[in-house]
């Protein structure tokens, strides 16, 4: 009996589908558009968010030690920065790769420095944080030590980086929140006119007993399958559209010279499946509630 219940509710569902073709190729198109624009946004926010985390890995700050300090205070100091929460790495910069990344920055002028030796540097370290939120806890703990003489803190480059992470999410989130209210009301208005042209079919099946559930869901069923192929369709339209473009980007001459890596579609497709799935049953799901529930009442 169950069988039979469920077989009726896929089939009722799926044809619906398929005999009202231009309101549903018409919601597949809109669907899909609103896919679309979802996933261009998704795609870009995602790159730049790596791009962000990047630079954040890459940000800390330079801690100089004194002139003469000893190999046991170098050692000392090493020991202490690792201990200090916050802290993601500590790298040792000694006065010789100090010099050379002096003479690489002089370029074509580094003879300049040429009657100089690495003497004339102290050594430091470079230290990232595991969060940037953390930098100026950190830095007043570095401060704190003993044979800590200067501290070059890119503070400014710190913040700016954490707005901008921020900004992002908050946009994405904000689009996210609009496409589905899009969404839902495209496929609750498509679904609406087949529920509309079968209003009489509806009433009579109320009549002979038939339960709102039972009625409904054919037409939930309905915005579920429309949810879905839109869903599927978006993602090989999107799959195949990133990673043209992504490949055309990487290989230009401009874009290697900026050091920074694009996201393959492989590194997003869960989300983007998860996401899509998401936003076409829990679209068609809420749609056709909504758009069922004036006739459900009567």
Excluded at 54 to 75: P, R
């Amino acid at each position: 009996m169950k069988y039979n219940v469920i077989n009726y509710f896929l089939t009722e569902g799926f044809r619906n589908v398929f005999k009202n073709k231009k309101s549903t190729v018409s919601c597949l198109g809109v669907m899909c558009a609103t896919m679309l624009i979802f996933g261009l946004f998704f795609t870009i926010g995602q790159n730049i968010n790596n791009w962000v985390e990047d630079l954040e890995a890459e940000q800390g700050m330079q801690v100089f030690m004194e002139f003469d300090a000893t190999e046991e205070e170098i050692s000392q100091l090493n020991d202490e920065l690792n201990k200090i929460e916050g802290v993601n790495s500590v790298i040792f910069v000694s006065k010789e790769e100090a010099y050379n990344t002096m003479k690489e920055r002089f370029g074509k002028n580094a003879k300049a420095i040429s009657g100089f030796t690495p003497d004339i540097f102290a050594v430091s370290y470079m230290v990232t944080l595991t969060d940037l939120s953390m930098n100026d806890q950190v830095y007043d703990a570095i401060n704190n030590l003993d044979t800590v003489r200067e501290i070059q803190n890119k503070r400014d480059t710190v913040e700016t980086l954490s707005k901008v992470g921020s900004t992002i999410k908050i946009v994405t989130f904000v689009m996210f929140a609009i496409l589905i209210l899009i969404s839902l009301f495209i496929i609750s208005n498509t679904i609406k006119l087949t529920v509309h042209a079968r209003r009489k079919e509806i009433s009579i099946m109320k009549y002979v007993g038939a339960t709102n559930g039972f009625i409904r869901t054919p037409f939930i069923i309905e915005g579920i399958i429309i949810g879905l192929i839109s869903g599927i369709l978006s993602i090989l339209v999107v799959g195949g559209g990133y990673n043209y473009i992504a490949n055309q980007i990487a290989q230009s001459e401009t874009w290697q010279k900026l050091s920074l890596g694009i996201l393959s579609f492989g590194d997003m497709i869960v989300q983007i499946v998860l996401v899509y799935m998401f936003l076409g049953v829990g679209i068609g799901i809420i749609g056709s509630s909504i758009s069922m529930r004036k006739y459900l009442d009567v």
